[in-house]
RNA sequence: CGGGGCGUAGCGCAGUCCGGUUAGCGCGCGUCGUUCGGGACGACGAGGUCGGAGGUUCAAAUCCUCUCGCCCCGACCA
């Protein structure tokens, strides 16, 4: 770790979050253009993320399984906007065992076609439906321009395929999964989010509605942070997936499909850091408190290190992810700066003072410096107080984010407004009844796009900022990554 | 794919314009000693086909040609 090398984020944005990632050894590129890789810091937030997530999924009823990494290229082209969604970026095997194969396999770059294809041989009757199932797995697209976690040519994510009797059943079943979203992002992840409705534009290549989750990063761009589409019967009528309901009728399924992805790290790194680092939100940090101690001699390291000890199995007894740095080549002061680089929400130090009074000190990540510390907690006490403090830490990143968020989100009533406003790097909010080339006049223009349309949507109707006509609905707009 | 930048030790870089002993610096790494309440210090040490291939030259990290790759900014996208 070089010293102090850090970008500062006001001034660099994209080259602080690339320092970040580095000094906290979240990930590395990989030998090939546009891939990363993982390191074994940055996968633990990520088994963070699936954990919380994979419990959420379970509760409301789905499964898990796995379907192939390779699907026939023909599979693709069966529904018609989802080919030409996802044709420029697809991956091509062509070749296998040495010999040209038949039809070339696509490496996917999403699940919906293989998965329908399975459901097609599944569904029967009314009795087999819904059908809820989850799956983790790794997908690939081959993006022009790649950014660590946000956009790889590789990325990992799950993916939900349901089907269902009911276009209502369907619509229930993709809202209740972008809820689920957001309850993880909010709830978890300490990431304020807006939820709402895509523009036909910005709909999933195969979709009939597209839910998304909105979230504001540090340099006020959005972020896309998990979509749930409502697929309507488009792939039930390309698979050919169809059911006798309870008068003997034949009829298609509705579907949908949800996903989020390694992507959310990034909103993480770039919702919470800050110029020391990485901010982790106690409940997604793979280590949530650092115990660091402190010792001049061979005596105190003796006393320091045995209150270490027991403080480390009172946290950990209470289920507190605790780890204690205990290396002799480092000071206190490193150590001090390292796991702030690091994120961790909560560090302990001990030292002689301490020691002899039976006490630690606590500084927490999110309050920088002195401001941070509180002196003389009782080791005995200290897992409930810690415990207290995690949580304290969880709700003050969220609301330091939202409060971040809603002083950047500006009410605009006409498009010079909105150009002021997102010129100025925040989010224009309006009331919108343009049409698709409005949409796209503003995005050439101003390279904003329409984040969402709000299920939160005030009183009433009024003007389109653009065409001045009666507009049902308000619109968020910004430049997103 | 367009514009810009860069490939020299694990990492960050200097040296390249203007060719010249043995290719340097900082961090990191190893050993030993002193240190340790906000990024300690000393001594010694390990580590390089200068991205690759041709060419020019008595001599190439440096000049020429080709090539590969990466990063940043755009268009496209989770």
Redesign the pocket.
Known sequence: ??????TPRSTDF??WY?DVI??AELAD?G?????MVIRPYGYAIWEHIQRNLDRRFKETGHVNAYFPLFIPYSFLQKEKEHIE?FS??LALVTVGGGKELEEPLVVRPTSETIINYMFARWVKSYRDLPLLINQWAN?V?W?????????????L?QEGHTAHATYEEAEAEARRMIEVYRDFAEGDGAVPVIVGRKSRL?T??GAIHTY?MEAMMGDKRA???G?SHNLGQNFAKAFDIRYLDEHNELQHVWQTSW?L???FVGAIIMVHGDD??LRLPPRLAPVQVVIVP?????AQ?TAVLATVGRVQQLLAEAGIRVEADVR???????????W??KGVPV?V????????SQT??L?RRDV???A??T?GIPVEGVAERVRELLAEVQTALFEQARAFRDAHIHDVRSYDELRDVVAAGGWARGWWAGSDDDERRI??ET?ATIRCFPFDQPEGDGPCLMTGQRAQQVAIFAK??
């Open positions: 770790m070089s010293e102090q090398a850090m994209s080259g690339q580095r000094e590129y030998p090939v253009r546009g891939t969604g420029p970026e997908v697209r993006e022009m321009r790649t950014r660590p976690f946000l956009r790889t040519l590789e990325f994510w910005e999933f290549a998304t972020l896309q942070a979509t996903g992805s390694t992507r020391h680092g402190i010792w001049r001699n061979e390291r002799a080549q480092h000071t206190p002061g490193w150590k001090f700066n390292y702030e680089l560090r130090e001990i030292g002689p003072r301490d020691v002899e630690v000190v500084a920088p410096g002195k941070g510390k002196t995005k050439e390279r997103a990554y």
